[in-house]
Each structure stands twice: as structure tokens, then as C-alpha cells.
């Protein structure tokens, strides 16, 4: 893919997430919501933790269910600790990844490994087609160093977490949603130009600074949706000061999305049966004995 941007997208509008409690009383900044799913197809849910208050991340996410499709954790700082029903077990911490495809069905936990200090980073929920809706379960734990990543000439920092970027190819690649899913860190004064492909559904979200997408700023907290106008072939991004944010893009699947909590169909009859399923404990690979 070349990364030669002829036209940048432009921004479309500017979100504001909305703080919610999970898990077991996870402070988090819901930034994608189900009332863009269908605007941003494939891409279920985005959420934001970020605290350096033990209360509002301590008692961390345990045992639940997840069906029909993926979760991507991104550790920017802390530690979590993650086990499920087949038996995996990893420990994601600063700068690493966790990758999981849901499939047919998981349990597991992900509780914190600390009692105090900053825990910060992302989940991002990403949907599967119906085809895969129930394939095997699969997961995988990159540690920092494990992420590929690249400076840029203008000395911007871009870590790979899906897709490619600039002839780097990222940790995870899907070959029906192809999504695109960048760290980007700009020094002050600095500017960033990355291809999307048309069609594509994308969104930058700044976490840290300010951004400059062609005539808007997206300031720190904020999710930018960027128009899906057939001309335009990429992203331009400037900052006047040090900013860090992600940019995430993937194919839109066109296809029905029922959901109901940590289940997401195609059709409220599948629903049900995701529901019964887990009553009735046959959801989720389990460890051999």
C-alpha cells in the first residue's frame, strides 16, 4: 500500500465518550458506543481506562463471557492479568497487546496486577463476519518489544498494532475486516500522513496533546469519524504540540449486528442461543483435564 496521501480525509464529526463503570466497578470513557456501530462497521466499542486511583481499577473485570467476535487490549501503562476457560494465561503490560478472537465462545477474566500506580490503555471490540462468528477461539499476548514499530524523518513514533503502515507490517493482520490500527506519537511541530483505503470506516481518538485534521482540532478525550468522501486516500495529521493518539480503520461488513452485553450476532434468534449456550455451560473452550 503505498502511503502517499493525495487528499486527506476530512473530519466528519467530533465525539465525546461517555464515563461508565464495568466490569466490577472499572471506571472507563466509553468512546465508541452502539449508536455508532453501524457509522463505524466493523468496530463495535472502544473504551479508554486511564487512572492512577487503585478504587477506580482494582477490582477489574472478572470471569465473563464473549461471543462473536474480537477484543484488542492495548496497555499503554500498568499491568493485567488475563485467564480464560482453555486454559490461556498471560500478563499484558506497558506497551503490550492482547489479541483475542472470541469465536464461538471464551470465559475469561482480566483483573489488574497491581494495587497502585497509573493503569492506562485501550479495548477496542472488533467484529467478526458471520462465516467466523463461530470459529474456534484464538488469543494471543504481545509484550512491547513484540509490537513493531517505526520513527518517521519528522521523528513521529508509530507502533503497529494491525495492518501496515509505511511498509511495516503489524503485529496482527484480518484478511475480511483488514483493520488498521496505529500508535501514533507527534513531537511538537510535527506532521503524519497515513493511506486508508476507500471505504474504509476510520476514526482517530487524541489521548494525549492535540490534533490537527485539516481544519479541526481534536483535542485530548476527543474520537474524530473521518468522512468517507471516494476522493480521499489517507490521513493528514499536524500538532503544534508533543500528541499522542490512535488511528483505527477496517473494511465494514454490511451485515445485521445484534448484540446483547458480551454477545454479538447476527440475529436475535442467535442471541438466544448465545444466552442459552451459557446457561447452560457450553460456551467457552475448556482446558483438557
Known amino acids: 500500500m503505498t502511503q502517499a496521501v493525495t487528499q486527506a480525509r476530512s473530519v466528519e464529526r467530533i465525539i465525546t465518550g461517555q464515563a461508565v463503570m464495568d466490569g466490577a466497578g472499572v471506571k472507563i470513557n466509553r468512546i465508541l458506543t452502539q449508536t455508532l456501530q453501524r457509522r463505524l462497521d466493523p468496530f463495535l466499542m472502544l473504551d479508554n481506562f486511564g487512572s492512577d486511583q487503585a478504587n477506580d481499577y482494582i477490582a477489574g473485570f472478572p470471569s465473563h463471557p464473549h461471543r462473536g467476535f474480537e477484543t484488542v487490549t492495548y496497555m499503554l501503562e500498568g499491568r493485567m492479568r488475563h485467564k480464560d476457560s482453555a486454559g490461556n494465561e498471560g500478563l499484558l503490560t506497558n506497551g503490550g497487546v492482547q489479541w483475542m478472537t472470541a469465536g464461538r465462545g471464551v470465559i475469561h477474566s482480566e483483573m489488574p496486577e497491581q494495587e497502585e500506580g497509573l493503569m492506562s490503555g485501550f479495548q477496542l471490540w472488533l467484529n467478526l463476519a458471520a462465516k467466523d462468528k463461530m470459529c474456534q477461539p484464538w488469543y494471543r499476548d504481545f509484550n512491547g518489544e513484540q509490537v513493531p514499530a517505526y520513527t518517521t524523518p519528522d521523528g513521529v513514533?508509530?507502533?503497529?498494532?494491525a495492518g501496515s503502515s509505511h511498509g511495516v507490517t503489524g503485529a496482527v493482520q484480518r484478511p475480511v475486516t483488514e483493520p488498521l490500527y496505529?500508535?501514533?506519537?507527534?513531537?511538537?511541530?510535527?506532521?503524519?500522513?497515513?493511506?486508508?483505503?476507500?471505504?474504509?470506516?476510520?476514526?482517530?481518538?487524541?489521548?494525549?496533546?492535540?490534533?490537527?485534521?485539516?481544519?479541526?482540532?481534536?483535542?485530548?478525550?476527543?474520537?474524530?469519524?473521518?468522512?468517507?468522501?471516494?476522493?480521499?486516500?489517507?490521513l493528514r495529521v499536524q500538532a503544534a504540540v508533543a500528541t499522542r493518539l490512535i488511528l483505527v480503520a477496517g473494511a465494514p461488513l454490511n451485515e445485521p449486528i445484534a448484540q446483547y452485553g458480551p454477545f454479538v450476532m447476527n440475529t436475535q434468534a442467535e442471541l438466544h442461543t448465545a444466552v442459552e449456550d451459557f446457561r447452560a455451560g457450553r460456551l467457552g473452550e475448556h482446558a483438557p483435564q
Open 157 to 161: 513514533a508509530v507502533k503497529v498494532i
Open 182 to 234: 496505529l500508535d501514533i506519537h507527534l513531537p511538537a511541530g510535527a506532521s503524519f500522513e497515513q493511506a486508508i483505503p476507500p471505504g474504509h470506516n476510520a476514526f482517530v481518538f487524541t489521548y494525549q496533546g492535540t490534533a490537527q485534521v485539516g481544519d479541526k482540532e481534536v483535542a485530548t478525550g476527543r474520537m474524530a469519524i473521518l468522512a468517507n468522501s471516494p476522493e480521499a486516500d489517507g
